[in-house]
């Protein structure tokens, strides 16, 4: 089992950044791919991005938030993070953290553990 913590939601403005931290239980993270996904009010959960096993391994992103949100992981810290910059009010949603035992996927039923989800939400 992996339990899965994401924090560092809040409000910002347009423009503003935020950095999102998921932080996993156990000594097993490094086992897992990790994605981003988001869901925004009145749509489904997205895929947002994700990043392989190994640290400064391969990553895929979104088309919509590419050249903005950047995600990269500390396995000592058992952290994964979600660096979020010139936010725009279409970002707002409640992004969570997932744990995936394969190679890592934009598909979000290839995930296993899932986190209770973190609120951003962006001023116009």
């Known amino acids: 089992q992996v339990q899965l913590v994401e924090s560092g939601g809040g409000l910002v403005q347009a423009g503003g950044s935020l950095r999102l931290s998921c932080a996993a239980s156990g000594r097993t993270f490094s086992f897992y791919a990790m994605g981003w996904f988001r869901r925004a009010p009145g749509k489904e959960r997205e895929f947002v991005a994700a990043?392989?096993?190994?640290?400064?391994?391969?990553?895929w992103y979104a088309d919509s938030v590419k050249g903005r949100f950047t995600i990269s992981r500390d396995n000592a810290k058992y952290t994964v993070y979600l660096q979020m910059n010139s936010l725009k009010p279409e970002d707002t949603a409640v992004y969570y953290c997932?744990?995936?035992?394969?190679?890592?996927?934009?598909?979000?039923?290839?995930?296993?553990?899932w986190g209770q989800g973190t609120q951003v939400t962006v001023s116009s």
């Open positions: 997932a744990a995936d035992a394969g190679s890592g996927s934009w598909n979000q039923d290839e995930y296993e553990y």
């Open positions: 990043i392989s096993k190994r640290a400064g391994g391969s990553t």
